[in-house]
Antibody, heavy 122, light 106 residues
Framework: QEQLVQSGAEVKKPGASVKVSCKTSGYTFSDSFMHWVRQAPGQGLEWMGWIDPDRGGTNYAQKFQGRVTVTRDTSISTVYMELSRLTSDDSAVYYC???????????????WGQGTMLTVSS | DIQMTQSPSSLSASMGDRVTITCRASQTISSYLSWYQQKPGKAPKLLIYAASSLQSGVPSRFSGSGSGTDFTLTISSLQPEDFATYFCQQTYIAPDTFGQGTKLEI
């Protein structure tokens, strides 16, 4: 079955960078865009950006422009999200989520990773 | 950015109740509205997409309606596993944005 498995929890100091991985299985990697969404403790969901795994094109929320980079490695069907210049406000659970159907379609996210908790603390 | 406002923020209900959650967009989003269920410590789960289409595997007691700016999620008869937080999401105009969530409690 379709599955997204993310890398484990991270603890980083302010100013550092973090790179989270999202390994896919059970479907054709290049067929579906992949999104990144984060959720601060007790808060709502915040969309960060997407990648087209086929062509490598990306789009990021303005809030994260210049700090976030989403990449992919097609040889291992894995997507990565790197966030730099971390502050305590970046402490959150980060999810990868698959775009439903072909792009652009209706835009829902039908398969989610289990989440990666990031703690930013000095 | 399009603001998504859910009401109520929290809701107490009992098993077997019919429950409705509302989501309002700050501008028209056609039918580009999805609903998700999230349980503590878990990832969100897609319930409804395109405002009223039931995601595969989701029980038929869940339904969605609306278009334009006003949308509803209805659970026809609450089951124990339905107590969770529900989020709406618009995907009409980037950036995709979510409502603040509705916590459904016993």
């Amino acid at each position: 079955q379709e599955q997204l498995v993310q890398s484990g929890a991270e603890v980083k100091k302010p100013g550092a960078s973090v790179k989270v991985s999202c390994k896919t299985s059970g479907y054709t990697f290049s067929d579906s865009f992949m999104h990144w969404v984060r959720q601060a403790p007790g808060q709502g969901l915040e969309w960060m950006g997407w990648i087209d795994p086929d062509r490598g094109g990306t789009n990021y929320a303005q809030k994260f422009q210049g700090r976030v980079t989403v990449t992919r490695d097609t040889s291992i069907s894995t997507v990565y999200m790197e966030l730099s210049r971390l502050t305590s406000d970046d402490s959150a659970v980060y999810y990868c989520a698959r775009h439903l159907g072909q792009w652009p379609g209706v835009g829902a996210f039908d398969v989610w990773g289990q989440g990666t908790m990031l703690t930013v603390s000095s | 950015d399009i603001q998504m406002t859910q009401s109520p923020s929290s809701l107490s209900a009992s098993m077997g109740d019919r429950v409705t959650i509302t989501c309002r967009a700050s501008q028209t989003i056609s039918s580009y509205l999805s609903w998700y269920q999230q349980k503590p410590g878990k990832a969100p789960k897609l319930l409804i997409y395109a405002a009223s289409s039931l995601q595969s595997g989701v029980p038929s007691r869940f339904s969605g309606s609306g278009s334009g700016t006003d949308f509803t999620l209805t659970i026809s008869s609450l089951q124990p596993e339905d107590f969770a937080t529900y989020f709406c999401q618009q995907t009409y105009i980037a950036p995709d944005t979510f409502g603040q969530g509705t916590k459904l409690e016993i």
